[in-house]
T-cell receptor, first 114, second 116 residues
Framework: DAGVIQSPRHEVTEMGQEVTLRCKPISGHNSLFWYRQTMMRGLELLIY????????DSGMPEDRFSAKMPNASFSTLKIQPSEPRDSAVYFCASSSGAPTGELFFGEGSRLTVL | KQEVTQIPAALSVPEGENLVLNCSFTDSAIYNLQWFRQDPGKGLTSLLL?????REQTSGRLNASLDKSSGRSTLYIAASQPGDSATYLCAVRAGGLTNTGNQFYFGTGTSLTVIP
């Protein structure tokens, strides 16, 4: 299995631009999670989906952030407009067999907003 | 709300030592507990998964234990090597039937340095 695939791996953009991060979960997994990691705040859950349905988006910082999962094999996290404080590593993770399944992470998307 | 704590935040040991990393959680209603390793600039790699009905899991030099009633888990690393240097995080999957019932709660990690 290819694992959780994220793109892009690195993104540098200017403040105010739209950023779209993409994730392909492991085939057969029915739970998908978006996390953000910074030195100051550690690993934070932004949103998670069960069977393509958003279950808890209370971690989404503000209306500038949105996430979609149009099908079982693809999810996006969008930031519009981006701000320098959004600079972080964004991880996508997926798991199977909720609630007992193992969680697997992608390599992350490192976002720098200038 | 579930809270996960890892102590110490950083640990430095000489090569060859056996060591124990600690993880504690406040709510024993969990489905499972997972240990991860994170190398600088990389994603989190799953090391061991312990289901709530299990007491321990082993993989090579790693052994993880789970005591749900006391809200504790330990990760034992035998004969440590410089390649074991990384940050180790534990996470519990919340139980219950609420909206957050399937969420994972992470500790802040223990940064391990194994000195050659």
């Amino acid at each position: 299995d290819a694992g959780v695939i994220q793109s892009p791996r690195h993104e540098v953009t200017e403040m105010g631009q739209e950023v779209t991060l993409r994730c392909k979960p492991i085939s057969g997994h029915n739970s998908l999670f978006w996390y953000r990691q910074t030195m100051m705040r550690g690993l934070e859950l932004l949103i998670y989906f069960n069977n393509n349905v958003p279950i808890d988006d209370s971690g989404m910082p503000e209306d500038r952030f949105s996430a979609k999962m149009p099908n079982a094999s693809f999810s996006t996290l969008k930031i519009q407009p981006s701000e320098p404080r959004d600079s972080a590593v964004y991880f996508c993770a997926s798991s199977s067999g909720a609630p007992t399944g193992e969680l697997f992470f992608g390599e992350g998307s490192r976002l720098t907003v200038l | 709300k579930q809270e996960v704590t890892q102590i110490p935040a950083a640990l430095s040991v000489p090569e060859g030592e056996n060591l124990v990393l600690n993880c504690s959680f406040t709510d024993s209603a969990i489905y499972n507990l997972q240990w991860f390793r994170q190398d600088p600039g990389k994603g989190l790699t799953s090391l061991l998964l312990i289901q709530s009905s299990q007491r321990e899991q082993t993989s090579g030099r790693l052994n993880a234990s789970l005591d749900k009633s006391s809200g504790r888990s330990t990760l034992y690393i035998a004969a440590s090597q410089p390649g074991d240097s990384a940050t180790y995080l534990c996470a519990v999957r919340a139980g219950g039937l609420t909206n957050t019932g399937n969420q994972f709660y992470f500790g802040t990690g223990t940064s391990l340095t194994v000195i050659p």
